[in-house]
């Protein structure tokens, strides 16, 4: 069935540096991908998102772009902020079929002043 | 716009035991999903309605979970008997649009924690 795979974490990074979350899926469809974030003691949000190959979703200084011949979705920032730290999951959405949601396992970003 | 809403925010109980939890939906959002997210995992999803019919519940622990949502609003989901296993957050999502809308909203979730 389908799935997604992120890097392991948790990712450290000192402020300003760059970021990249590896994540890779595996669907028989053309999903639409996902980055959703989620805060300490809170839901989860979008982040932002991708319909089909070779888009790129932008938010908030956060970018990915969906990649159909290596089947990935990276998730990528030129300079982060402590107010950046929380888990990040990647996801896909089976859009053939019911629309659920099939997530990663997540990331936890540190980011440290 | 209000988000989803969800309550209660926080549930301790014995194992064995009943529990249930409620979810309303973004207003017109005719899509609502509940999904299982135990510590360290992505969630997963345990039910999906189109208004007040059952789409998916192929995950669903039906020996002890159940979930309804009459008048094609509010959702509830109950656990009975509880297990140790159950322990994680429940979270409720709603999608609204036509059939090429895909994003869904997530509520701040109910903790569960089954002793």
């Known amino acids: 069935g389908d799935s997604v795979t992120q890097m392991e974490g948790p990712v450290t990074l000192s402020e300003e540096a760059f970021l990249t979350i590896n994540c890779t899926y595996t669907a028989t469809g053309y999903p639409s991908l996902f980055w959703y974030v989620q805060y300490p003691g809170e839901g989860l949000q979008l982040l932002l998102k991708a319909t089909k190959a070779d888009d790129k979703g932008s938010n908030k200084g956060f970018e990915a772009t969906y990649r159909k011949e290596t089947t990935s979705f990276h998730l990528e920032k030129g300079s982060v902020q402590v107010s950046d730290s929380a888990v990040y999951f990647c996801a896909l959405s089976d859009r053939g079929n019911t629309g659920k949601l099939i997530f990663g396992q997540g990331t936890t970003l540190q980011v440290k002043p | 716009e209000a988000g989803v809403a969800q309550s209660p925010r926080y549930k301790i109980i014995e194992k064995r035991q009943s529990v249930a939890f409620w979810c309303n939906p973004i207003?017109?959002?005719?899509?609502l999903y509940w999904y299982q997210q135990i510590l360290g995992q992505g969630p997963k999803l345990l039910i999906q309605f189109q208004n007040n019919g059952v789409v998916d519940d192929s995950q669903l622990p039906k020996d002890r979970f159940s979930a309804e949502r009459l008048k094609g609003v509010d959702s509830t989901l109950k656990i009975q008997p509880a297990k140790l296993e159950d322990s994680a957050v429940y979270l409720c999502?709603?999608?609204?649009?036509?059939?090429?809308?895909?994003?869904?909203?997530f509520g701040p979730g109910t903790r569960l924690t089954v002793l």
């Open positions: 999502a709603s999608k609204g649009g036509g059939a090429f809308t895909d994003t869904q909203y």
């Open positions: 207003s017109g959002h005719a899509t």
